[in-house]
């Protein structure tokens, strides 16, 4: 899998979870939603991968993670989302509704507003979470 793949697939789960959302499948829509934006941020990830390198085996065992957070750390954009949520409150409290996800999530139920407030926080124009990674991608 390569950065081209993982920005299609992060279009295709987003896809997926607005016709989950559509559909009346909440808990579906919300899970499908966080994966979008742990593609998003693999695919910054794999674009600081140099072709001919070979990559660093620590930093690609904690690429295999879940959580936002330790994604968003592996990309080396830290300085730029603090300036951004300095920017943005709207950016500051769309990237907080999409910390709250986690592959647990799918385990849990969620409800309209649930679903409707992360898919928001990732879709939502230029304060959208997706909006600022495909930056970075």
Known sequence: MNRNDLQRLTGTRIR???TLF???????AYYLAGYAVECALKACIARKTQRFDFPDKSRVMQSYTHSPRELLR???????LESAKKQSGK???AWDEVCKWTEESRYSTW???DAEQIIDAIV????????WIKHYW
Request: net charge neutral.
């Open 91 to 93: 950016f500051a409290g």
């Open 124 to 131: 939502r124009g230029k304060d959208g979470v997706l909006t």
């Open 22 to 28: 559509k559909a009346g499948e909440f808990s579906g």
């Open 16 to 18: 997926e979870a607005k």
């Open 74 to 80: 592996l990309t080396g954009l830290s300085d730029e």
């Open 111 to 113: 409800t309209k507003s």
